[in-house]
């Protein structure tokens, strides 16, 4: 019995130094981000870190990456907020800053009433220019569970992923504008979107059911650093073109989960609709 009871223990210790040696090599939120509002982690049982934003009342929550990058592939899974989270807005995406001339590429999960879709809202700005939204449906319960999210982002096109499906592509034209010259920074928030998120304003957060959690884990940047090299094997995204099976889930997506499309909107644009619009 002694000899069982002292081969569990050190069994149970080995156990607990490679979760610990695990978790260590995993820790990417601090050493990679800076923080706001009430960010809590914890490690899931492979060991992966998970960074949870919390949003009530009094705030909402981020993380901020230490370095700007210029061109990269950024990707991280997300696990949204259960149940009714109407008015709620999760995000990843990649800015410049604030100012009028900033570039902007969006990945926004427009929260939603109990049992309908949470919306995607996929955007790309360009020295102050925006409006160029693809919004979808998605196709499955994003608070189930993890899902991958991604943007590719290189001189020739940005591609917007969702788990292995590409959804959107936004193509560069030489004589307008793109965003190539602004490093960016990556940002991860939750915030209270009620004016604007779910029915266009007419559905307000519930602080009933606060705090509000997001769950993200497993975040990669392959990309190049603003002012210094890029990672190695940096071309397997820097030359990516979507290919012909990448264009199939597009339209797919498209066809299927498209809520709404700014080429489509006459009215928004009475002057006519932005120029890549008749563009293939």
């Not at 884990?217 to 392959?222: C, I, Q, V, W």
Request: aromatic residues 14%.
């Amino acid at each position: 019995m002694a000899r069982r009871s002292l081969a569990l223990l050190l069994a149970s210790s080995l156990a607990l130094v490679m979760m610990a040696a695990v978790a260590s090599a995993d820790s990417w939120l601090y050493e990679k981000f800076s923080t706001d509002g009430t960010v809590r982690t914890n490690y899931d049982e492979s060991g992966a870190q998970v960074a949870m934003l919390n949003l009530d009342r009094s705030s909402g929550a981020g993380f901020n990456s230490k370095e700007q990058y210029l061109y990269g592939q950024f990707s991280v899974q997300m696990k949204l907020i259960p149940g009714n989270s109407a008015g709620t807005v999760s995000c990843f995406y990649l800015s410049s800053g604030d100012g009028d001339g900033h570039d902007e590429i969006d990945m926004e999960f427009m929260g939603n009433a109990t049992g309908q879709p949470v919306v995607l809202n996929t955007n790309v700005w360009a020295n102050g220019d925006g409006k160029k939204e693809h919004q979808f449906d998605l196709w499955f319960d994003p608070a189930a569970d993890y899902h991958t999210y991604t943007i590719i982002w290189n001189p020739t096109n940005i591609l917007f992923k969702v788990d292995d499906n590409v959804i959107r592509v936004f193509k560069r034209y030489a004589d307008l504008a793109y965003p190539s010259s602004k490093p960016m920074t990556l940002h991860a928030t939750l915030w209270d979107g009620s004016y604007w998120a779910t029915e266009k304003g007419k559905v307000p957060i519930d602080w009933s059911g606060a705090p509000f959690v997001v769950s993200y884990k497993g975040y990669s940047a392959d990309a190049c650093v603003s002012g210094g090299a890029c990672a190695a094997g940096s071309g397997a995204w820097m030359n990516k073109q979507p290919d012909s099976a990448e264009w199939g889930t597009v339209k797919w997506a498209e066809s299927n989960y498209m809520r709404y499309n700014y080429c489509d909107d006459g009215w928004r644009f009475p002057q006519g609709l932005p120029a890549e619009c008749s563009r293939s």
